[in-house]
């Protein structure tokens, strides 16, 4: 039985198919690496079919951010980066007078590792409600409305169907979907932020891959905010194995490796990271506020 390694993040991905062929670009993929507010920021771009092939994701754009000065606890970290990824955010979708967003927050909240899109929703200002009631007072706000979908084992219905039942009576802009991912680089658990023009497959992260939500199901933009929480178990014994210059035989995983692995203060970066994410979020959609507005805003 053969197994491959398995991540989510576009930028692991290309990694690994250039390191497959042996080479150091792909046709039908762009990639740019940069330093931005203090962190490493990497876009790769699937401009066609063949780029499409090599990396295993549709076209489109997928940026990536690793917040390791954040996780070091660096001075201003958390408003550099929630204004980097707000900055980024504001760069994938149009606005224009009467630009309205949906957020949806995809995942179980009682499982912690895929709790992140509905941890995310907590720290989102929601005002639409405010717009129709008092828009005299919410002038300088951009309607905001947010949905945590829930999974299907709970709630009966997919996560794409309800988030497009909602986006089909709200007709937003655009939907930003936040979702929890997986990645093949355990140090990267909740400590990278992948954003994607592309939309987004609910419940990928966690190997229960659902409807996808994009451009061709909804009909608007969607924008993925995906965090990888987790780490498949096949994927790590190959991938550390692999380091080491040792070979395994996958056929001999059996169930163990398809576990997914987690960090043991997992509950403690999914809050943090959720909430940066929620922050920026709220920076990239209202104009001219800054983190101590949303503090305020918030309490």
């Known amino acids: 039985m053969e197994r491959q390694i398995r991540t989510d993040l576009a930028v692991e991905a290309r990694k690994l198919s250039q390191d497959t062929q042996g080479v ?40 990536t951010v690793e917040l390791d000065g954040l996780m070091r606890r660096e001075e201003n970290a958390f408003s550099n980066a929630a204004s980097l990824l707000a900055e980024l955010l504001r760069g994938l979708v149009e606005f224009s007078a ?18 992140v899109g509905p941890e995310t929703v907590d720290h989102v200002l929601v005002t639409r409600h405010l717009k129709e009631k008092l828009p005299e007072d919410f002038a300088a706000f951009r ?11 709970t709630t009966g219905m997919e996560s794409g169907d ?41 419940g990928s992260g966690v190997g229960n891959a659902r409807k996808a939500l994009n451009r061709e199901t909804l009909g608007i933009p969607v924008i993925a905010i995906g ?67 949303v503090d305020m805003l918030l309490s």
């Open 24 to 63: 150091d670009a792909l046709p039908g993929v762009r990639a740019e690496e940069r330093s931005q507010r203090g962190f490493h920021v990497t876009t790769v771009e699937i401009l066609d079919g063949r780029g499409a092939e090599a990396i295993g994701k549709p076209c489109g754009r997928y940026i």
């Open 162 to 202: 309800l988030v497009r039942a909602v986006a089909e009576q709200l007709r937003p802009s655009a939907v930003f979907a936040v979702d929890a991912l997986a990645s093949r680089e355990p140090g990267r658990l909740c400590r990278t932020v992948q954003i994607a023009d592309t939309g987004i497959v609910p």
């Open 98 to 115: 009467g630009s309205s967003f949906l957020i949806a927050g995809l995942g179980n909240r009682g499982i912690t590792p895929d709790a």
């Open 227 to 293: 965090v990888p929480t987790v780490v498949d178990a096949g994927t790590l014994a190959l991938d550390l194995a692999q380091r080491s210059g040792a070979e395994l035989d996958p056929s001999g995983f059996g169930d163990v490796g398809s576990m997914i692995v987690t960090p043991r203060d997992i509950d403690k970066n999914v809050r943090d990271i959720s909430k940066l994410i929620g922050y920026a979020i709220n920076l990239a959609l209202h104009d001219g506020l800054d983190i101590s507005d």
């Open 143 to 153: 309607p905001v409305s947010a949905v945590c979908s829930g999974v299907l084992g």
